[in-house]
């Protein structure tokens, strides 16, 4: 598409991540993890990726997996038979922009977008994403934020990506950055609800439940 | 009916533009919108990748605060004109009717949040509300400048119709062209109107978030388009914030401008440019049958 060769970030090829570098870590069926699969499950609401037929139409119609390591396909397979650290440490969960194509598209009704989301759960709660990728980065921040405010700042987001994943970056988007606080496109003054304690006893109050339900 | 407006954060700071407009179209048509009291973030699709469970807890107390406003009639229709926020917000209401682990969970939090959540909110998006609601012929009626020199590319983008098809079929959708063809606009048929624009990948794995974004911009020209008319703040920025890195990393001269649904809307209504938040998008389209492709640049 583009006449400059790009890449992507760690090096990787960008267009296609060459089939031939993506080398499982997983060599012998006995170190596969049987219980991932239960987890993931359960974590994706009972979503029925068991049922997964292999036809590729989520890799199909996904925008993005032209990017990825392992297409959608490739992952409902994989966390089927337990092959966890490959499936935490890919790229392919934080590529997938939920657009929910693939769930719509699904011919057995599996909601891969959910399995999706529930695989970057795993690897945040793991601790397995790549250090550095950005998008776990914005996740636990926009997190936080809302933690605090019950409201999230982009701008107050997007100064803390780039302190926290790439500083040479501020100089170079600096224009349109200053082009878009000159618009009032990003008021630096962060908004918050009133109600701040009623966030604060939702967030509580959830972990309280999660762990009733769970032990 | 009664509708209550759901802002979310992305219209109170990147999307200025695009609530501007929708207050004042709506003023236009007559149809009250009153402001969520008091409401907290969405939940958005970042917040499901850290905890899902909390994200819809955030969600809940938004549709638990729009019953203590509105009452529980059953008639109360949150409009949530970002598209994440749309989603959240459905994806929420319909777990919590249908998934006894999240009803647990987050009744549970919500109680000990002092709010509780009977299922009687409809969480709308404007578009939905604008064809299904007020009616494409109403609307008609109350044009006053034809808009016959736009030639306009709708883009859904992905979340309002998909994956819960609420209003619209979510592979070839029409509601969008079908509001902007009563305007007098010529739209394209394109097959693009629902590919992802890249949303966050744009600030995360940036190489990425551009391409995608450049190849919807692209396709758009190459069908005839002279402006890409959008639902969402999200698409909004990366369509439109992105051009001149995108000329010079794919060596092109794009220069399309990107509106919201509701400025075009405002536009054929005749309601005064500086209210539809035309100064706070950078590529404005061409206002007036004369102007030249792309318009004038604003203040950049």
């Known amino acids: 598409m583009g006449s400059k060769p790009s890449t992507a970030p760690y090096g990787l090829p960008l267009h296609v991540v060459e089939p031939k570098k993506v080398r499982l870590q997983i060599a012998f069926q006995s170190e596969l993890d049987p219980a991932f699969a239960q987890r993931v499950k359960w974590r994706a609401h009972g979503e029925a990726f068991l049922n997964c037929i292999q036809c590729g139409t989520c890799s199909a119609t996904c925008p993005v997996s032209p990017y990825m390591d392992y297409t959608p396909r490739k992952i409902v397979a994989m966390v089927r038979e337990g092959f966890k650290n490959d499936v935490l440490q890919c790229l392919t969960i934080w590529l997938c922009a939920s657009c929910y194509s693939c769930t719509v598209e699904c011919p057995r009704q599996i909601r891969i977008t959910d399995v999706m989301y529930a695989l970057k759960r795993e690897a945040i709660s793991e601790g397995l994403y790549p250090k550095k990728l950005p998008t776990p980065v914005l996740a636990t921040e926009f997190f936080k934020q809302v933690e605090k405010r019950g409201r999230n700042s982009e701008a107050l987001l997007m100064m803390a990506l780039y302190w926290k994943t790439n500083l040479v970056k501020v100089f170079r988007d600096m224009k349109l950055g200053m082009t878009l606080i000159r618009m009032g496109h990003l008021p630096l003054r962060p908004e918050s609800v009133r109600a701040k304690g009623e966030i604060k006893a939702l967030m509580d109050g959830v972990e309280k439940a999660e762990k009733e339900l769970w032990s | ?300």
């Not at chain 2, 409809?122 to 064809?131: A, E, G, I, W």
């Not at chain 2, 619209?168 to 590919?195: H, I, Q, Y």
């Not at chain 2, 909004?236 to 995108?246: D, R």
């Not at chain 2, 399309?256 to 389209?285: E, S």
């Open chain 2, 1 to 300: 009916m009664r509708y209550l407006y759901y802002p979310g954060c992305s219209l109170r700071s990147t999307g200025k533009a695009y609530e501007e407009s929708l207050l004042s179209l709506f003023r236009a048509l007559d149809v009250p919108l009153e402001e969520l009291d008091d409401w907290n973030c969405c939940g958005a699709t970042a917040y499901m990748a850290v905890d899902e469970d909390k994200a819809m807890a955030l969600a809940a107390r938004n549709l638990s605060l729009a019953e203590r406003q509105h009452g529980r009639s059953g008639q109360t229709q949150l409009v949530a004109p970002c598209s994440a926020c749309f989603l959240v917000l459905t994806k929420t209401d319909r777990y919590l009717k249908g998934n006894p682990e999240v009803q647990k969970v987050v009744g549970r939090a919500l109680a000990d949040a002092g709010h509780s959540y009977a299922g009687t909110v409809t969480p709308r998006h404007p578009l939905d509300v604008l064809v299904n609601d007020i009616g494409v012929e109403t609307i008609a009626k109350k044009v006053k400048s034809r808009l016959g020199h736009l030639r306009l590319a709708c883009y859904y983008g992905c979340q309002i119709v998909r994956p819960f098809a609420s209003f619209d079929d979510p592979r070839t959708p029409s509601t969008f062209e079908k509001l902007m063809e009563a305007l007098g606009a010529e739209t394209v048929d394109w097959p693009l109107r629902t590919r992802c624009c890249g949303a966050s990948l744009m600030g995360t794995i940036h190489a990425v978030g551009m391409e995608m974004s450049y190849s919807i911009l692209k396709e758009a020209r190459r069908r005839g388009a002279n402006c890409v008319v959008t639902t969402c703040p999200l698409c909004q920025l990366n369509l439109e914030s992105f051009q001149q890195e995108m000329n010079k990393q794919f060596d092109d001269d794009l220069r399309m401008p990107v509106a919201y649904f509701t400025q075009i809307l405002g536009l054929a209504l005749g309601i005064p440019n500086d209210k539809l938040g035309f100064n706070k998008i950078i590529i404005p389209p061409p206002m007036t049958s004369g102007a030249p492709q792309g318009g004038e640049p604003a203040r950049v």
